[in-house]
């Protein structure tokens, strides 16, 4: 402190600087009474003295980071990504529904579009909501799950949107939903069925880590199926006929 370091002697400015801490491990007892487990007493503790530093820190752009835990780093930004990643795989699925729908009516296009836009957030929300409440950590694994998952949710809800679209435009959105339903629901139900039943065996795997995937996939899977084959149609069954 009392003395420049060697850049500023040099006459060069200071832009980054890596000063890496030790952070000790959480104790077991301490973060079972506070009902979290060590992973996240160690995250809550990394996220507080980011936020002190932040609060403290003068011109330079101060980061902190450890080298006990080195996992821990990609937990703290991973989220804010995550987030940002499956926000805009939404959106891109709900453009490419849009356009895929497009050649019939484009103020339908458009109203099927949002609706499977918010059915797809649904889906993401009810998926995270799961992860959260068995304990399934965010890592690159899961992340790379997670991305297939909107594909696969994608899939279900483009069947469905694109065959209620091409049924005849001048009946009723009930009867339409009939007809899709009776067309294409039971293929997109035996695609959910057949790949549920591939991932059921591995629910019992003794790797741990194959275990939690191939959960998250039936999870996804599941709730992409219910998604697009109740509340997918139900929903369009109200939707405006266009003009």
């Not at 939903?177 to 591939?198: C, N």
Request: glycine share 4%.
């Amino acid at each position: 402190r009392d003395r420049p370091a060697p850049a500023e002697a040099a006459g060069l400015r200071v832009r980054a600087l890596r000063i890496p801490i030790k952070l000790a491990p959480c104790d077991a007892a301490t973060a079972a009474a506070s009902g979290e487990s060590q992973h996240e007493c160690q995250l809550r503790a990394m996220l507080a003295l980011r936020a002190a530093v932040k609060e403290s820190r003068g011109s330079l752009d101060v980061l902190p980071f450890t080298q006990t835990f080195p996992s821990l780093e990609q937990y703290v930004t991973m989220r804010a990504d995550v987030r940002r990643a499956l926000l805009r795989c939404t959106l891109a699925a709900a453009a490419v529904t849009f356009f895929l729908v497009l050649g019939y009516s484009v103020w339908e296009a458009l109203v099927v579009s949002v609706i499977c836009l918010v059915s797809l957030a649904a889906c993401n929300l009810i998926i995270l909501g799961v992860m959260k409440q068995f304990a399934m950590n965010l890592h690159f694994l899961s992340v790379v799950m997670l991305q297939m998952g909107v594909g696969f949710i994608v899939d279900y809800h483009i069947h469905i949107a694109s065959k209620f679209m091409a049924t005849s435009v001048g009946a009723t959105a009930a009867k339409r939903v009939v007809k899709t339903v009776e067309t294409v629901g039971s293929a997109v139900l035996a695609s959910m069925v057949t790949t549920l039943l591939v991932v059921l065996p591995f629910l019992w795997a003794r790797w741990a880590a194959m275990r939690m995937l191939m959960t998250l996939m039936f999870v996804i899977v599941a709730v992409g199926g219910v998604f697009s084959l109740g509340v997918l149609p139900l929903v369009l069954a109200f939707v405006p006929r266009a003009a």
